[in-house]
Structures are given as structure tokens and as C-alpha cells.
């Protein structure tokens, strides 16, 4: 059974930082995939921000493009969002999404198995 765990979120003024932990267990085989995806109040759940390793590459969505930063351990299947300059915009459930295969479609949320539940993130003006 794969167990998939976000920490870090919290409540935070505008320009602020913080960063989020994704953590991905149970499983013997790699999470070669690993997202963040977010849901505002009243929005559909859209893509932030993925870690494809097998591949090499690191996408964003281009409103946090220059603000928040991915990355991941792969030893642990650990994966990490950096967000500086935070802004009220930004206020959402940050939801990690993670994948034993290779996400061509990184932004797609339909395509990663395992979904954590969630942490919540709310930046005041």
C-alpha cells in the first residue's frame, strides 16, 4: 500500500516563504513522477509544478515560474516545493501527486495513482 504525506503548509503573510515535504512510501519501485498540484476555494485543482526523474526535467506552471522551486531526494522518494514571494493568489490546498511511471502529461492530475491529502496553505494580504 502506497502511503503519500504532505507537510509544511500553514498560514503566512504576503512575500513570505515556506516549503513544503512530500513524502512517498509502501512501494518497492521507484515514484519516477512525482507533482505538486493546488485547489483554491471554489476552483478546480490545478498544476504546479512536477519532478519527472527518469527524464531529468523540472515544470511549472507559469504563475509560480520564478517564485517556487521543486525539487526531490530520490533516495527517499522525497520531494520538496519551495515557494518565495508568496502571494494571496497562492492560497490553496497544495495536494503532492506521485506516479511509479513516467508522466509525459506532467500537468494532468488524471495521470499520477497516488494523491496525498492535502495541506493548506493561506496567505494574507
Known amino acids: 500500500q502506497v502511503h503519500v504525506v504532505e507537510s509544511g503548509g500553514g498560514l503566512v503573510q504576503a512575500g513570505a516563504s515556506l516549503t513544503l515535504s512530500c513524502a512517498a512510501s509502501?512501494?518497492?519501485?521507484?515514484?519516477?513522477?512525482m507533482a505538486w498540484f493546488r485547489q483554491a476555494p471554489g476552483k478546480e485543482r490545478e498544476f504546479v509544478a512536477a519532478?519527472?526523474?527518469?527524464?531529468?526535467?523540472?515544470y511549472y506552471a507559469d504563475s509560480v515560474k520564478g517564485r517556487f522551486t521543486i525539487s526531490r531526494d530520490s533516495a527517499e522518494d522525497t520531494m520538496f516545493l519551495q515557494m518565495n514571494r508568496l502571494k494571496p493568489e497562492d492560497t490553496a490546498v497544495y495536494y503532492c501527486a506521485v506516479d511509479h511511471s513516467t508522466v509525459i502529461n506532467y500537468f494532468s492530475d488524471y495521470l499520477y495513482q497516488y494523491w496525498g491529502q492535502g495541506t493548506q496553505v493561506t496567505v494574507s494580504s
Open positions: 509502501g512501494r518497492t519501485s521507484r515514484f519516477y513522477s
Open positions: 519532478f519527472i526523474s527518469n527524464l531529468d526535467k523540472i
